[in-house]
């Protein structure tokens, strides 16, 4: 750690001393009325816990949904994908479990994946940003059946929450705890497109004296073929968990290992109307040819040049993501009196990662023709000339093809404290947290040497097989963050609440390029990449809100905060990122211009709860109005082509500018009702306008302010943007969400269905997608476990998209064009599930 790092973490250490948080150990205490990390006293293949929770806090609108709920959905379905039930709530995926990360997409109240914060037993996961630079996807920081629960607050959440991206809601993760007794658990799925997910657990049960000590280890492996392409996404997953648990005080233990390949789907372009120039060729599906080289090759010319019909719809040989990561954490409950607690929490994180794309050369050329065309000075455009054209075939392996790296390094330390104090009608918490990011990103080029053809594969990192031809960039960031808070929650009468508080957030980056692109290898590049330091720091983010009992059943509440987007600090291209804008001036001026997002939410609401005596045995019900004005949003516009050696997903520069605010208003109502033991039934409906309050232009001279008038901004394209008054593209304004449960003797049967609304898929909402409704299936049955001297035994089988709907799942939003990219819905699957415990 340099000398600077160790002093300003010396530095943060004395502000969290000063909050009142210093000494060893630590966890994450709120005073909303649901645990936030609660301990499970039951076994955890006890299903007794089947609702969805629509009271989760005080103050905010949440919802929580547990265990046993996640699980059926589909065995093995990550955190994320399980909560596209909940109200608000948009997350989709090209594949059933929601596992795959390049396809995934999330919308809650307007704000995309980006905007929103996450952590997993308080720890934060950054801001699931697809290229890693700050955190892993809760998938890979827990495995799905360890997970106890997860709470969604969908408007602005707690000022405790670990995360510099929340200007949204969040989405928090928590591990169950080991159980109380020796045992194991079992679980074998099988299914659709060769699917085969195998999971173990192993319980201690208490022991030591007095009990006071429980640890369980388990782990997963899941494979499962693509449904629209020869690639087998899975991999490898490992967990272990300890608590020791005593008058003084709580220890708790975890750890993760995740190793994972996933060979990707590839997105078809929109362009609409089509034109002679831009042919309308959108097939629903791209497949790889991965493994059939041969028929790559036919595919191309001799060149490695693509069909023209075929547009930027063109055929690739595989492309994958292959993430590595080690997660673990310390956390130390202290007791300090009966009245006072102290938590403090240290965690690391380790990621190894790389995506993959291997694909017809003639796409990359710019690139290749670059740093392997001796002649590149004097005769750029090689094309002309074809002993130059088989010389860059030749010199990239002879298959005409050529593979694109982006490599990933991440290694996070940080420490959260928590200081709770309750004084009769106040309880006061006093937190801080601090973090150390160290990342970076390299650009790699390599061959495809037909000779060894077995060296490319989707599941084998280049880099261990063979040299690049290349480094074409090498990024580095350093990354600082500082985030304290205070709040009080003050009893006022027996039925009213009043919660008032505050949080910083302080960030201090510095980013530098290691290797700099050669000229004309970087579409959009006037210069070097750019390098220097940006520090963000607001103090005064304040939150009130309050709670008020109308009877025993009814509560009404309602809450006010801002929260803060910290700039983002990946060093590649297709995200927000001011150091990967297009020259040292650009960097400099959005430095001393650019101003960070901000967001104000308001929220309002009543809930409900009551028990009856007849055919209906229970309500829980919750109404939500939210506002939100979301300052300063940034928009990265890119200054890049197509194809895998530029597009804002393979790494062209872009401008980042502030092109104005976005007002949200909408509505949230979910209800759970329960007919006594036999069935229940829970509904969402949601309403959401997201509408951009000003155009954007072009400037000659560098970055404008966007007007609430519709005039300003920025753009590499001259004219006025329409976009004010335009819905927020891939957020729909309508949703509504299903689950309905019958339990008959050992049989239980549940019926799921999504509903979600017609997208815009451009800023300027000239074209959009369809709205669609897809439905799921579960049918399970409790064996006799007592014959086989079990605890527990139960199949399932799970049927996603009952209906086989076909559709546009993921929109990659486009320009001010009427042109997008879309992933498709995946088709029906069908999946059986064996569990036991002993």
Not at 178 to 207: E, H, K
Not at 271 to 287: E, H, K, L, Q, S
Not at 484 to 500: C, G, I, M, N, P
Not at 739 to 751: D, H, S, Y
Request: with cysteine; aromatic share 10%.
């Amino acid at each position: 750690m340099s000398l600077r790092i160790a002093i300003r973490a010396t530095v943060s250490a004395t502000a969290l001393a000063a909050a009142g948080i210093g000494a060893p150990l630590l966890a994450q205490t709120t005073i909303a009325p649901v645990d936030p990390a609660p301990t499970q006293t039951t076994d955890a293949t006890d299903d007794s816990a089947t609702a969805i929770v629509v009271t989760a806090k005080a103050t905010r609108s949440a919802t929580a949904i547990p265990q046993s709920e996640i699980q059926k959905i589909l065995p093995g379905v990550s955190p994320l994908k399980a909560i596209q039930t909940l109200p608000g709530v948009l997350y989709i995926s090209a594949d059933p479990w929601g596992n795959n990360e390049q396809n995934a997409q999330i919308f809650i109240h307007g704000f995309n994946f980006q905007q929103l914060g996450y952590t997993m037993d308080g720890v934060p996961l950054g801001d699931q940003n697809y290229g890693n630079y700050n955190g892993l996807s809760p998938q890979r920081a827990v495995i799905s059946e360890n997970v106890g629960r997860i709470v969604v607050t969908t408007g602005a959440g707690d000022l405790a929450t670990a995360s510099t991206s929340n200007l949204g809601g969040t989405i928090e993760t928590f591990s169950a705890n080991p159980l109380p007794r020796l045992g194991a658990q079992v679980a074998q799925t099988f299914g659709s497109y060769g699917t085969s997910r195998t999971y173990a657990r192993i319980d201690s049960g208490s022991f030591g004296a007095g009990g006071t000590n429980s640890v369980y280890i388990s782990a997963v492996r899941q494979r499962s073929r693509a449904w629209d392409f020869q690639g087998v996404q899975g991999g490898w997953q490992a967990n272990a968990k300890f608590v020791h648990d005593d008058s003084i005080g709580k220890l708790t233990l975890f750890f993760d290992y995740s190793d994972k390949a996933e060979p990707n789907e590839d997105a078809t372009t929109f362009r609409i109307p089509a034109t002679n120039a831009v042919p309308a060729y959108t097939p629903y599906i791209r497949p790889y040819f991965y493994p059939d080289l041969g028929a790559m090759r036919g595919y191309m010319d001799a060149f490695g040049n693509t069909p023209a019909a075929a547009g930027g719809n063109y055929r690739n040989y595989y492309s994958d993501a292959q993430r590595t990561d080690y997660l673990g954490y310390a956390r130390y409950d202290a007791h300090l009196a009966h009245n006072i607690t102290w938590s403090t929490t240290g965690y690391f994180h380790h990621n190894d990662g790389v995506g993959v794309v291997a694909g017809p050369l003639g796409q990359s050329i710019t690139v290749i023709q670059a740093y392997l065309d001796p002649n590149y000075a004097t005769a750029p455009h090689y094309a002309t000339n074809a002993n130059a054209s088989a010389a860059l075939v030749a010199a990239t392996g002879g298959s005409g093809l050529v593979t694109r790296t982006t490599e990933y390094r991440i290694d996070r330390e940080g420490v959260i404290s928590n200081l709770a104090l309750d004084f009769g009608a106040h309880h006061i918490e006093l937190g801080g947290w601090f973090e150390h990011n160290s990342a970076t990103q390299w650009r790699r080029w390599y061959a495809v040497p037909l000779s060894s053809p077995g060296l490319s594969t989707p599941y084998i990192r280049p880099l261990s097989v063979e040299q690049p031809l290349f480094t074409q960039y090498q990024g580095e960031a350093r990354v600082e963050t500082l985030q304290l808070h205070a709040q009080d929650s003050w009893k006022v009468t027996d039925r009213l609440q009043v919660e008032a508080g505050l949080k910083t957030s302080a960030q201090w980056a510095n980013g530098y390029f290691v290797v700099q692109p050669v000229k004309g290898s970087l579409s959009g590049l006037t210069g070097a990449l750019p390098s220097g330091r940006i520090n963000t720091l607001r103090w005064f983010l304040p939150a009130f809100g309050a709670t008020y009992e109308v009877t025993p059943h009814e509560q009404l509440y309602f809450n006010v905060q801002k929260n803060l987007h910290q700039f983002m600090t990946y060093l590649g291209g297709g995200s927000l990122s001011p150091w990967f804008t297009g020259s040292q001036t650009a960097f400099d001026a959005f430095k001393q211009q650019g101003r960070p997002e901000t967001s104000w939410t308001y929220e309002a609401g009543l809930r409900t709860h009551r028990s009856f005596s007849g055919l209906v045995s229970g309500l829980d019900a919750q109404i939500n109005y939210y506002h939100v004005v979301f300052n300063d949003r940034q928009l990265a516009i890119a200054t890049n082509p197509g194809g895998i050696a530029g597009g804002a997903i393979t790494g062209g520069t872009s401008i980042l500018v502030n092109v104005g605010n976005v007002h949200t208003d909408g509505v949230d109502a979910a209800f759970t009702v329960h007919l006594g033991k036999t069935f229940s039934l829970y509904n969402a409906a949601s309403y959401n306008s997201s509408t951009y309050k000003s155009d954007y232009t072009s400037t000659a001279s560098g970055i404008g302010a966007a007007t609430g008038s519709c005039i300003g901004g920025f753009t590499v394209v001259s004219g006025v943007v329409p976009t004010c008054g335009k819905q927020v593209p891939g957020s729909p304004k309508w949703l509504n969400k299903t689950v309905a449960t019958l339990n008959v003797g050992p049989f239980e049967a549940q019926l799921i269905g999504d509903y979600v609304g017609r997208r815009f898929a451009t800023y300027t909402n000239d074209t959009s997608v369809p709205s669609y409704f897809l439905t799921s299936l579960r049918i399970g049955a409790k064996l006799p476990a007592e014959m086989a001297h079990l605890s527990k035994a139960e199949i399932s089988l799970n049927v996603t998209n009952l209906g086989d709907v076909t559709g546009v799942s993921t929109v990659s939003i486009g320009s001010a064009t009427n042109s997008y990219s879309a992933y498709p819905i995946a088709p029906r699957q069908v999946f059986v599930t064996l569990s036991a415990a002993f």
